[in-house]
């Protein structure tokens, strides 16, 4: 039986800035040049492109990569493109998308849609590492405030492909039609005084019963006693707390036992002294999100040793660059001939989808 096609998002999706991309102010130079020299010339050398990435990867920015060669080619209807999907797992150097035609109808292009692939795809695969870790439990993806605004939409979409369950604004979600996640933050505590059961009480009071409050108790350094004083005020309205001691602070509760581990920052320690106080006092369905330094290895090491955390939120280590997710572009056949630089070839994948 034949597979389901699968849809790609939609070009409008993604808001190009359309007329700048064609007139080449997001191309590296040389590639602009490069067209404009072949059409003095009166040149148009019919190419096959062949992308791929240097490293075993969670495929995404393709649909945006496709988006641009849609919207910002001369002539798309001139182009045949083959690719994988969003979502898709690959290995180095499989080739992820091929364009033929000719060649000045896209040659300006490259950097765009290189760009997509390699930051869509690190996010991607840098969250399903860390999802992976903690699976089954979730993770949130909070790394809005480690990078610029305008690329919000973007990451959060990888995000979403690596496997989060969440992200952080609503900007973040619009892709794949969620919303924002958001927990109780210290801001507003500070904004009530440091008073952090009476923060979660108006928030519960002037917030609609869907959103799931989760509230920050490490503002007073002493994450037992605030989690205790918030799940006793809110009672069953109370979702989660959150853990997020500064990596240069210890928690009061875990002073006691200090010379036996690294006490600082969000710990196994913390996790389940808090769990415990929450259990004891009749608060077991009161769930614990721990942030504040989590990667892949953290969230391991509490996998590993059982903490008894609900949730994860992580934030810069899924945007910053752990692996070689750089994709490369290569022109292996120009007019039917062979026409790689030493080193390339072309390698053709079944897996490809004619795009339409």
């Known amino acids: 039986m034949k597979e389901a096609r699968r849809e790609r998002l939609p070009p409008e999706t993604f808001g190009l800035p359309v007329a700048e991309m064609r007139a080449g102010v997001y191309s590296d130079k040389y590639f602009v040049r490069t067209r404009d020299v072949l059409r003095a010339e009166g040149r148009r050398p019919h190419v096959l492109m062949q992308v791929f990435c240097k490293a075993d990867a969670v495929l995404c920015g393709m649909d945006e990569a496709i988006a641009i060669l849609k919207r910002a080619s001369d002539d798309f209807s001139a182009l045949n493109v083959q690719a994988l999907h969003d979502g898709d797992l690959v290995a180095p150097i499989e080739t992820v998308m091929t364009i033929e035609g000719p060649y000045d109808v ?42 610029h605004y305008a690329v919000q939409a973007s990451d959060g979409y990888a995000a979403h492909v690596g496997g989060a369950i969440a992200v952080s604004t609503d900007a ?64 069953p309205r109370l979702y989660g707390v959150r853990l997020d001691t500064s990596g240069t602070l210890v928690d009061k509760s875990v002073m006691p036992a200090m010379g036996q581990f690294d006490p600082r920052g969000v710990n196994a320690r913390l996790v389940h002294n808090v769990r415990n106080a929450l259990d004891d006092a009749g608060f077991a369905s009161v769930r614990i999100v721990a942030s504040g330094g989590f990667g892949v290895d ?59």
């Not at 950097?111 to 969250?127: P, V």
């Not at 952090?196 to 609609?208: G, I, Q, S, V, Y």
């Not at 945007?319 to 062979?338: Q, S």
């Open 298 to 356: 953290k969230v391991r090491a509490f996998e590993s040793d059982n903490v008894p955390v609900d949730a994860y939120g992580v934030g810069s280590s899924l945007v910053a660059n752990h692996g070689d997710f750089d994709f490369t572009a290569d022109v292996v056949l120009t007019d039917a001939k062979p026409s790689a630089k030493v080193g390339r070839t072309l390698i053709p994948n079944p897996r490809l989808e004619v795009v339409e």
């Open 106 to 147: 896209f040659a300006n292009l490259e950097t765009l849609y290189l760009g997509a692939l390699a930051r869509g795809t690190r996010i991607a695969t840098q969250t399903r590492r860390v999802v992976d870790a903690a699976a089954p439990k979730d993770v949130l993806f909070f790394a809005a405030r480690h990078d």
């Open 172 to 235: 973040g979600a619009q892709r794949w039609g969620g919303v924002g996640f958001g927990t109780v933050p210290h801001a507003a505590i500070a904004a009530y005084r440091g008073d952090t059961a009476l923060t979660a009480a108006k928030f519960a009071e002037h917030l609609p019963e869907s959103v799931q409050l989760v509230v920050l108790v490490d503002f007073e350094n002493d994450s037992v006693k605030t989690a205790l004083e918030v799940a006793r005020a809110l009672g």
